[in-house]
């Protein structure tokens, strides 16, 4: 399956997940020294070949489509780390609802109160606003200190990165879920996990949530 392909069926399968209403959200892909991201306006579920951008590494539009507004957001997460081939940014209802209260911590916006939620994100941090397709979107990627593959963006919704395609959509999928779990127990009290258990759950599966390394 080529880079575009999987792109289409990651497309259509954050729809079917209920987490790019409309047009809303965009989604790319690393492919050797060029960045695929599908274009402005384009929905989601309904994506064609036609529907993509071609970029440069450093956001240079090549060809194809008109890129989407918010393509500081990928681009500044593959500056950020070259670990990272796929990136997707979503309107989803739970991550946008819940970007909008305040950061659980500054580690985190959202709590730990899942093992899944730790393993297969990691941290995800509270991103200020800005406005919708400003280039310090991409800016603040960049220069938020610590490791991190996953954020939320004040007001506005859910990006995340991963090593190929199948795992960015995975893990907005599971940011989702933690998100709706943890403004379904708002107010409650609620049990999260521990340090200690965060902490070894982070090292036994590699992911990403103490600050103490500035990137």
């Known amino acids: 399956m080529s880079i575009v392909d999987e792109l289409i069926a990651a497309g259509r399968a954050l729809v079917d997940a209920g987490l790019s209403p409309g047009t809303s959200g965009n989604i790319s892909a690393r492919d050797d020294d060029r960045i695929l991201v599908s274009g402005t306006g384009t929905s989601l579920g ?15 539009v090549h060809g ?20 990272h081939h796929a990136v997707v940014h979503v309107h989803s209802p739970q991550a946008t609802a819940f970007s909008c209260t305040a950061p659980w911590s500054e580690v985190s916006a959202v709590p730990p109160l899942t093992p899944y939620f730790v393993m297969r994100v990691g941290r995800a941090p509270l991103l200020p606003y800005r406005m919708p397709g400003s280039p310090q979107l991409g800016t603040d990627v960049l ?73």
């Not at 309904?46 to 240079?60: K, M, N, S, V, Y």
């Not at 593959?149 to 933690?178: D, K, M, Q, T, Y």
């Open 46 to 60: 309904a994506l064609r070949p036609e529907d993509f951008a071609i970029l440069a590494a450093d956001g240079t």
């Open 64 to 83: 194809g489509a008109k890129a989407s507004k918010e393509t500081p957001l990928h681009v500044g997460f593959y500056q950020r780390d070259p670990a």
């Open 143 to 215: 220069e938020e200190p610590g490791t991190f593959r996953a954020a939320l963006l004040a007001n506005h919704g859910s990006v995340v990165a991963g090593a190929s395609i199948a795992e960015a959509v995975e893990r907005a999928v599971e940011l989702e879920e933690a998100c709706r779990i943890a403004l379904l127990t708002a107010g409650t009290d609620r049990r999260e996990l521990s340090a200690e258990q965060v902490a070894e759950l982070a090292q036994r599966w590699n992911s990403p949530w103490s600050v103490a390394t500035v990137h």
